[in-house]
T-cell receptor, first 113, second 115 residues
Framework: QKEVEQNSGPLSVPEGAIASLNCTYS??????FFWYRQYSGKSPELIMS????GDKEDGRFTAQLNKASQYVSLLIRDSQPSDSATYLC?????????????FGKGTKLSVIP | DARVTQTPRHKVTEMGQEVTMRCQPI?????VFWYRQTMMQGLELLAY????????DSGMPKDRFSAEMPDATLATLKIQPSEPRDSAVYFC?????????????FGPGTRLTVL
């Protein structure tokens, strides 16, 4: 059973602070990792994907991957109230030709003005 | 249009009734996933298709759920008979398998309430 674990939160940070979201996964052969943001009542939208160990930056967002530790994180710098949402970590399975994603249950982030 | 569309957006029905949800993939996308999202279980994969053929439906209760893809522009998820425990948001997501990106794009979802 492939598992993706996230702290459910809520994680509260003041506006302008760094929000740190964490995710661990069980399938050691996983190759693709994604962070989706989901506003209440809306569908998940992709904000970051990462495939190699290390950091990947996109604007205020940085994804970090450590395959040896089976750990993915998302940092949000200069957090804004508009970042308040649930963040879903998703991992693509290791099977050849498989595009299935396993999702964590999400971390709810609240950015306090 | 580069969006996944789903209909209906909301559905309220009574227990025992048949429910059909529809998904139109992004034009050219060849793989369609059906997910169910609840507060307790999060996002669960129910089934997925590639080039209209079912590849995996192990997440779907077989006795009441069925999924089909009658053509490349339409995927359907049917529940018959529906039960209150089926109340959830149902999303479809699509990708173009084999392309340089493996990002799944989600539709807006169908919010189902079974009374």
């Amino acid at each position: 059973q492939k598992e993706v674990e996230q702290n459910s939160g809520p994680l509260s940070v003041p506006e302008g602070a760094i929000a740190s979201l964490n995710c661990t996964y069980s399938d050691r052969g996983s190759q693709s990792f994604f962070w989706y943001r989901q506003y209440s009542g809306k569908s998940p939208e992709l904000i970051m994907s990462i495939y190699s160990n290390g950091d990947k930056e996109d604007g205020r967002f940085t994804a970090q991957l450590n395959k040896a530790s089976q750990y993915v994180s998302l940092l949000i710098r200069d957090s804004q109230p508009s970042d308040s949402a649930t963040y879903l970590c998703a991992v693509r399975g290791s099977g050849a030709g498989s595009y299935q994603l396993t999702f964590g249950k999400g971390t709810k982030l609240s950015v306090i003005p | 249009d580069a969006r996944v569309t789903q209909t209906p957006r909301h559905k309220v029905t009574e227990m025992g009734q048949e429910v059909t949800m529809r998904c139109q993939p992004i034009l050219g996308h060849n793989t369609v996933f059906w997910y169910r999202q609840t507060m307790m279980q999060g996002l669960e994969l129910l089934a997925y298709f590639r080039n209209r053929a079912p590849l995996d439906d192990s997440g779907m209760p077989k006795d009441r759920f069925s999924a089909e893809m009658p053509d490349a522009t339409l995927a359907t998820l049917k529940i018959q008979p529906s039960e209150p425990r089926d109340s959830a948001v149902y999303f479809c997501a699509t990708i173009l398998a084999g392309s340089s990106t493996d990002t799944q794009y989600f539709g807006p979802g169908t919010r189902l309430t079974v009374l």
